[in-house]
């Protein structure tokens, strides 16, 4: 059985750091592509930011460039997203998701989720 498991939200205000991680079970992880995508109250899932299956290649939404950064650990199948200059409109549930396809925002469509981890900005 396939396990995404979030960890590391919380409340941050605004201008400062938080780092989230998603560890993964039960499949090959070096098959997938990793990705982070976020839900703000009343607004659709949109993408954030994904990482290739050797960690060689990343793509960023435009608004998170040059203040997220996505990095893979694929000895401990662990994808991690440390999040910087965090504003309040940052403020949603991350997903951690998984596919075989490139993770580069073109689509949210990925064969596995996580249940998510709430970040909070304060302002």
């Known amino acids: 059985q396939v396990q995404l498991a979030e960890s590391g939200g919380g409340t941050v205000q605004a201008g400062g750091s938080l780092s989230v991680s998603c560890a993964a079970s039960?499949?090959?992880?070096?098959?997938?592509?990793m990705a982070w995508l976020r839900q703000a109250p009343g607004k659709a899932r949109e993408f954030a930011a994904g990482?290739?299956?050797?960690?060689?290649?990343?793509y960023y939404a435009d608004f998170v460039k040059a203040r997220f950064n996505i990095s893979r650990d694929n000895a401990k199948n662990t994808v991690y997203l440390q999040m910087n200059n965090l504003k309040p409109e940052d403020t949603a549930v991350y997903y951690c998701?998984?596919?075989?396809?490139?993770?580069?925002?073109?689509?949210?469509?990925?064969?596995?989720w996580g249940q998510g981890t709430q970040v909070t900005v304060s302002s």
């Open positions: 998701a998984a596919r075989k396809k490139l993770a580069n925002g073109v689509s949210n469509d990925y064969d596995y």
């Open positions: 039960g499949l090959r992880f070096t098959l997938y592509s």
């Open positions: 990482v290739s299956w050797s960690g060689g290649s990343t």
